[in-house]
């Protein structure tokens, strides 16, 4: 955590700044004091000069020596009213954050109420009770900014006090003293860091204002708000008697600015240097440029076909990982093609650049053609064009891919009027039609709803519907299902699959669930870590042949599945995209890797059987058993 | 130890927004065996659970544990019933606090009292009992798979030394590939350590290969309660052979949605039989049976081995899935 700390630039550069102040706040007095004090009248209000940096005040006190040594006042005080806001702020707004909710609702109200008298209000009244002078200044200010404190603890507290690791807490008998410290505050120590050195700051500017007022420190005692103060009254004369403190405090605010941010990323373990998931078994990869499996033939007069796409992204300086690598597929007009994969296997991001929708700053490389139009050699406008008359995406969260905020009928006209160019009443028409193929009962009521107003399986037809508008002949549906009931699922297959007899439109559907993929498609691909690794006709799932489909199909209990054996466990976990291991992705994890595995990828290569595998060992004369023995069980996902 | 809800109510909200989220639910875990209960996003099976271990506060009804009344808030939320009943959340991600070591997590679940050196040595038994290297004691949760944050979760439930677990959804957060080896590994703790699960979750196939007896919720309440291979077998209400249709197979052909609609609003429940407007044996499809949407099936369900909540459920047995 420390280490942390120190190897950031905000916490190297905060905590030079901060010993820099503490070692002017600690020395500063004895060793310029006596220059500070020096009153020279015939010398006062003087611009900088060689002998007064930043010139003289009315009295003639030397500015630089004054700010440096009155650094230890306007330190003292600051620290001492933030330390009174933290003490009286924190337990304050996270107490009332964890009231039971009828209670803490009043408190929340009140702290409201508080928080709208200004913090220097409140510094006044304090002064004007108790004698002015340091004391009430700091008693003051601090009771103003415990205020905002408490504030800013009880929304951070709120935000965390359902989540489920604190139920978790609870349910393991930690009581309410340790679940606030142990739990609650390491959770928004980040925030409450930042807030401490903003308040640091908000202190010295708000002592600065009372002592403008008359209320703050009294003389002869100096802080850099009396000398702004003063400063300012002579600043057409002398300018940087005003700018001197001014600049004082900003770079104090500065300073601990950076000291804030150190600290909020030593609190977070997340950000900890050499913290990053579990790198086991990987090595890291540069890999090369992608080569071409076996280049199959081009299905003629195919509505799809994607060459060698590869996704990219930055990662650290001038370099850039792959996390599709070099993906190649065909789609015949009416065909379903299934793609499965777990997440992290590039399944949809390959689905998010065939329809062009990577976002900066992913690069897509590869061919796409799309009814026959090859997109990388077509202007832009083409490529709008073809993609939104020919092809429609559907995503997995219906509720995400709608706006909330406009009826669904604007929703499903906007693509056809831009596209087609039909009249407003035309696009209507089309929409009710639409919406009456995809069976949502009284499609003229649902036209005139919210997206909210609807339920999850209703959204995930209207957003079928939308993207039927343009009567499409590719349709993607990437995990259409994955946030719906099964019951849900079920009528929304059903709809896909009468779309795709009704209209001829082929469907490209991504799933992780390998029985949902086997039922509603002609052929198969199978991904991992970026890789297309087999690929087999639908109702032939059961027989593939690489190792990693062969360990899917027995890591998920299905229904057929006997009760007495134990499920596959498939030790560790798929690379991510920076540590890809060199050969196969998968040989790390494979219980039939061979050697040859860790040093060569294998092709996806037709196989005997009629199907694509990218495996060594399937592949191989000798080892046509060996496949169907994969899938003993081993211990650990992991370690 | 045995876990058994009586006539178990939850209600969440008041006046006309109140949702009875749990209505007069029965379940008997009897000890050392697994009962899955099964439903759909919104039936009330998490709110079951958090009933069970105290997050939520019960309406009405009874939750015993060995016979023994532990039905009030105080009850549930003393160490006694702690030490006992623990649960694992669906979420590791969100279950376990990002600021906190694996082993810190693990030592705060011991019993308070016990000396460093023994919760270390606890710790540590844990962490392998649930498959994981003693290196993990000083790693962060971000620093873990999904797959190992669940041991991790596992581990802690354990650690407070239950006999009973529930068990939330456990691995639909989990990637396909490492939700085999949790369910293993789970099993394996229950035959070792005797463990007592109640098994929630709306995956069928796993609640299928999980569990010794099936309860199906719908809408708050539980429709069909029968021995797991009884009701794959022969379903007997119409929303359980729905289910079982619904879910997708390999080497299966696809069938057609056997339930029209969506779930109804829970705070407007259809009256008569909750499932009637979707039913695909009831009174959309035989106008006759008007019964279903005038009495409530509830009443008929008798406290037998196999339990049913239907009018016509004999007559929808059909054989579905082969076991």
Redesign the interface.
């Known amino acids: 955590m420390i280490k942390s700390f120190f190897r950031n630039a905000n916490g190297i550069a905060g905590s030079i700044g901060v010993l820099l102040i503490a070692a002017v706040s600690i020395f500063a007095p004895s060793i310029w004091g006596k220059k500070a004090h020096t009153i020279n009248v015939v010398n006062g209000d003087k611009g900088p000069s060689g002998a007064h940096w930043l010139g003289t005040d009315r009295l003639g006190h030397d500015i630089f020596y004054q700010l440096l040594v009155s650094t230890r006042l306007t330190m003292e005080m600051a620290l001492g009213a933030t330390g009174i806001a933290i003490l009286v702020g924190i337990p304050l707004g996270a107490g009332a954050a964890l009231l039971p909710e009828r209670v803490r609702m009043i408190a929340l109200r009140a702290l409201d109420t508080l928080i709208a008298f200004p913090g220097l209000l409140i510094a006044i009244v304090f002064a004007a009770v108790l004698d002015p002078g340091k004391f009430s200044a700091v008693l003051g200010v601090g009771i103003g900014l415990s205020f905002s404190f408490a504030r800013v603890a009880s929304s951070l507290t709120l935000a965390i006090r359902d989540r489920e690791f604190i139920s978790a807490a609870r349910v393991v008998g930690v009581g309410r003293t340790r679940l606030m410290v142990r739990h609650v505050l390491p959770n928004i120590a980040d925030s409450l860091a930042i807030a401490t050195t903003v308040s640091i700051a908000a202190a010295i500017v708000t002592m600065a204002g009372l002592s403008f007022l008359g209320l703050g420190v009294q003389l002869p005692s100096v802080d850099w708000g009396r000398m702004l103060t003063t400063g300012v009254q002579s600043f057409y004369l002398t300018p940087f008697a005003a700018l001197g403190p001014g600049i004082a405090i900003a770079l104090a605010a500065l300073v601990f600015g950076f000291f804030g941010e150190g600290l909020a990323r030593a609190a977070n373990p997340v950000l900890w240097p050499g913290s990053g998931g579990d790198d086991d078994s990987a090595t890291a990869t540069a890999d090369g440029p992608p080569t071409v499996d076996d280049p199959y033939e081009p299905v003629e007069d195919g509505v799809l076909d994607v060459r060698d796409l590869t996704v990219s992204f930055p990662s650290g300086r001038k370099r850039r990982q792959q996390v599709v690598r070099g993906v190649s597929l065909d789609l015949a007009p009416g065909e379903t093609l299934g793609i499965v994969g777990e997440s992290g296997s590039g399944k949809s991001l390959t689905a998010l650049a065939i329809a062009q929708l990577v976002a900066h700053p992913g690069v897509v490389e590869g061919r796409i053609t799309v009814n026959g139009t090859e997109l990388q050699r077509v202007p832009l406008k083409e490529v709008d064009r073809t993609l939104g008359t020919s092809l429609a995406v559907v995503f997995q969260d219906p509720m995400s891919s709608l706006n909330p905020a406009v009826k669904i009928r604007n929703q499903l006209i906007e693509g056809v009027r831009r596209h087609r160019g039909l009249s407003r009443a035309e696009a209507v028409l089309a929409a009710r039609r639409r919406l009456g193929e995809v069976n949502l009962p009284t499609p003229e009521r649902q036209l005139e709803r919210y997206p909210h107003e609807l339920s999850g399986g209703q959204r995930q037809r209207v957003l079928i519907a939308m993207g039927l508008m343009n009567e499409p002949n590719v349709l993607i549906a990437d995990e259409p299902t994955t946030a719906l009931d099964v019951t849900v699922q079920a009528q929304i297959m059903d709809l896909l699959a009468g779309i795709n007899a009704e209209h001829n439109t082929a469907v490209v559907l991504i799933s992780h669930n390998l029985g949902l993929i086997s039922q509603n498609c002609d052929r198969v691909l199978v991904m991992y870590a970026g890789r297309v690794v087999e690929e087999v006709a639908a109702d032939r799932l059961t027989e593939a042949e690489h190792p990693y489909t062969r360990a899917l199909l027995g890591a998920v209990p299905d229904m057929a599945h006997s009760r007495e054996q134990p499920l596959v466990s498939i030790p560790g976990q798929m690379p991510d995209a920076r540590s890809t291991p060199v050969g196969c992705a998968y040989h790390p994890r494979c219980p039939l890797a061979v050697p040859r595995c860790a040093e060569q990828r294998p092709p996806l290569q037709l196989n005997a059987v009629g199907h694509r595998v990218a495996c060594w060992v399937a592949n191989s004369d000798e080892a046509p058993a060996g496949a169907a023995t994969v899938g003993t069980a081993t211990s650990g996902d992991g370690a | 130890m045995s876990l058994q809800l009586r006539q178990l109510s939850v209600r969440y909200g008041r006046g006309r927004n109140a949702i009875t989220a749990v209505d007069h639910v029965d379940i008997d875990v009897p000890k050392g065996t697994t009962v899955g209960l099964v439903g759909?996003?919104g039936c009330g099976k998490s709110t079951v659970a958090?009933a069970v271990?105290?997050?939520v506060p019960v309406a009405g009804g009874q939750i015993l544990l060995d016979g023994k009344d532990v039905t009030s808030d105080r009850a549930r939320n003393s160490?006694v019933f702690?030490?006992s009943v623990?649960?694992v959340?669906?979420?590791p991600y969100?279950?376990?606090?990002?600021?906190?070591?694996i082993g810190?997590a693990l030592k705060?679940?011991l019993a308070h009292g016990r000396a460093a050196e023994e919760s270390r040595r606890t710790a540590a038994e844990m962490i392998e009992l649930v498959?994981?290297?003693q290196?993990?004691l000083k790693r962060?949760p971000?620093?873990?798979?999904?797959?190992?944050r669940q041991?991790v979760?596992i581990a802690?439930?354990l650690?407070?030394g239950p006999d009973v677990i529930v068990l939330d959804e456990v691995t639909s957060a989990l990637?396909?590939?490492?939700?085999?080896?949790?369910?293993?590994l789970l099993?394996t703790l229950q035959r070792d350590l005797g463990l007592t699960y109640l098994f929630i979750s709306?995956d069928?196939?796993?609640v299928?290969?999980?569990s010794d007896v099936v309860a199906v919720m719908y809408l708050g309440r539980i429709v069909e309660t029968t021995p797991?291979l009884e009701l794959?077998a022969a379903p007997q209400h119409p929303y359980t052979v729905?289910?079982?249709?619904?879910?997708?197979?390999?080497?299966?052909?696809?069938?057609?949605?056997?339930?029209?609609g969506?779930?109804p609003d829970p705070r407007n429940p259809p009256p008569g039989c909750r499932l009637s407007p979707r039913c695909p044996v009831g009174p959309i499809h035989r106008p006759d049976r008007k019964i279903c949407t005038t009495e409530d099936p509830q009443a008929i369900t008798e406290l037998t081995v196999h339990r049913t909540a239907c009018h016509f459920a004999a007559r929808t047995a059909q054989p579905s899935?082969?076991v």
């Open positions: 759909e996003s958090r271990i105290g997050l160490n702690r030490r623990q649960m959340f669906q979420d969100s279950s376990l606090n990002p600021r906190m070591s810190s705060e679940a498959g994981l290297p290196s993990a962060y971000h620093q873990l798979s999904g797959g190992q041991r979760a802690r439930a650690a407070v990637d396909v590939s490492v939700q085999g080896s949790v369910l293993n099993r709306h069928l196939s796993t299928r290969y999980m797991t794959f729905g289910l079982i249709e619904s879910v997708p197979r390999l080497n299966h052909p696809r069938v057609r949605a056997p339930l029209v969506d779930l899935v082969p």
